[in-house]
């Protein structure tokens, strides 16, 4: 299976700062990767997919890049309802699987 | 709106069976493949097991192997997922979560999740 690596695994930044999250595959997925963002107590919520799309609803202030095996999600000026728990997942192939999340916390 | 409800968790002892439900609505139900995903306490996500559209095609990871099985009944917009002779690595919250697209790949990203219900394995 895929492994997914995330790093870091906490993040500590104010508000208004910019976020950089990674997620490295062990083997080239394409571009078939998705960003979740999950918060406590909640269910996650897509955030992109396909490595670049934003989902319905989703602020333009969160990105994502990248193909093959590096990709990056960037939260351009953290809100304050941005600290959570974000999760990389790739659907190149079976079985689906997830990172191991990077926790943004407020400094 | 469009949304996923399920049902069915609770403390089972190791070896029980459990049946997990996941009601939806607000969407066209028997169009989209349908995942079960699940979370342990404290850990990351875990995809368990998918079935497409139409029930023609079922996919589990390893470890659930010949123990769950993912069904669904399209009449009553409804997924399930039997859970038998359980163990305490089992023990999680479980989502289920609808593809982005209908039909299509069987392997997309997760539109929209439910809200989870609690499975415990304990004796």
């Known amino acids: 299976e895929i492994v997914l690596t995330q790093s870091p695994a906490t993040l500590s930044l104010s508000p208004g700062e910019r976020a950089t999250l990674s997620c490295r595959a062990s083997q080239s997925v394409s571009n078939y990767l998705a960003w979740y963002q999950q918060k406590p107590g909640q269910a996650p919520r897509l955030l992109i997919y396909d490595a670049s799309n934003r989902a319905t609803g989703i602020p333009a202030r969160f990105s994502g890049s990248g193909s093959g095996t590096d990709f990056t999600l960037t939260i351009s000026s953290l809100e304050p309802e941005d600290f959570a728990v974000y999760f990389c997942q790739q659907r190149s192939n079976w079985p689906p699987t997830f990172g191991q999340g990077t926790k943004v916390e407020i400094k | 709106q469009v949304q996923l409800v399920e049902s069915g968790g609770g403390v089972v002892q190791p070896g029980g069976s459990l049946r997990l439900s996941c009601a939806a609505s607000?969407?066209?139900?028997?169009?989209?493949?349908i995942h079960w995903v699940r979370q342990a306490p404290g850990k990351g996500l875990e995809w368990v097991a998918f079935i497409r559209y139409d029930g023609s095609n079922k996919y589990y990871v390893d470890s659930v192997k010949g123990r769950f099985t993912i069904s669904r009944d399209n009449s009553k917009n409804t997924l399930y997922l039997q859970m038998n002779s359980l163990r305490p690595d089992d023990t999680a919250v479980y989502y289920c979560?609808?593809?982005?697209?209908?039909?299509?790949?069987?392997?997309?990203?997760?539109?929209?999740w439910g809200h989870g219900t609690m499975v415990t394995v304990s004796s």
């Open positions: 979560a609808k593809n982005r697209m209908t039909y299509g790949s069987a392997l997309d990203a997760f539109d929209i």
């Open positions: 607000g969407f066209t139900f028997s169009s989209y493949g």
